[in-house]
């Protein structure tokens, strides 16, 4: 059962554009919502986590943008860089149990 | 820095074999996971442990099973290998229950032939 759906499931973007992802969840009983970063040969890491509670969050040129009503999230990377090329996952974290749920994954393709 | 190591990044086996995936990490973290990565799938759970000797089952547990002795290292073993199951393994490791931010090895390669 995918609990959290995320699209596109690829994107491509000229460099200095906008890159926006979309996830949206099922669940009420997670507690944040972070993002994750994985570029070809290595894991996942954390760039970005947002609360239920707050609306938007912003780091440098990446931003998270929240909608508890029509439970939806998604990231907005500002001024796309072919450096940002890399595999983006969104997930949702349970509030008990330390569980994350990811979604299905968006590879961005910066062009230069 | 943090740090979390996988034994091997490729490994190929055959069909019916036992395989041990090892993961160690430095940073003296409670949980840890193990996931499979396939493309338009995202990351699924297989287990993860909150503590030496627990283990919970994940949303994929079928042919796997996992083994924490110590709290640094969590082992995933497939049971009797099939070709189901090549995919990209990946462990990750967090700090306490509550930590949103897992820290992940480099991925191990698993071709099941």
């Known amino acids: 059962q995918q609990q959290v759906k995320q699209s596109p499931q690829s994107l491509i973007v000229q460099k200095g554009g906008i890159s926006i992802i979309n996830c949206a969840y099922e669940?009420?009983?997670?507690?944040?919502f972070p993002w994750y970063q994985q570029f070809p040969g290595k894991g996942p890491a954390l760039l970005i986590a947002i609360r239920p509670d707050v609306s938007e969050k912003k780091e440098g040129r990446f931003t998270i943008s929240f909608n508890k009503s029509a439970k939806q999230f998604s990231l907005h990377i500002m001024d796309s860089q072919p450096g940002d090329s890399a595999t983006y996952f969104c997930a949702a974290h349970y509030n008990q149990g330390g569980k994350l749920i990811f979604g299905q994954g968006t590879e961005l393709s910066v062009k230069p | 820095d943090v740090k979390v190591t996988q034994s091997s990044r490729y490994l190929v086996k055959r069909t019916g074999e036992k395989v041990f995936l090892e993961c160690v990490q430095d940073?003296?973290?409670?949980?840890m996971f193990w996931y499979r990565q396939d493309p338009g799938l995202g990351l699924r759970l297989i287990y993860f442990s909150y503590d030496v000797k627990m283990k919970e089952k994940g949303d994929i547990p079928e042919g796997y099973s996992v083994s924490r002795e110590k709290k640094e290292r969590f082992s995933l073993i497939l049971e009797s290998a099939s070709t189901n199951q090549t995919s990209m393994y990946l462990c990750?490791?967090?700090?306490?229950?509550?930590?949103?931010?897992?820290?992940f090895g480099p991925g191990t390669r698993l071709t099941v032939t």
């Open positions: 669940n009420t009983a997670f507690d944040y």
């Open positions: 940073m003296d973290h409670e949980n």
């Open positions: 990750a490791s967090s700090l306490g229950p509550l930590g949103y931010e897992q820290y």
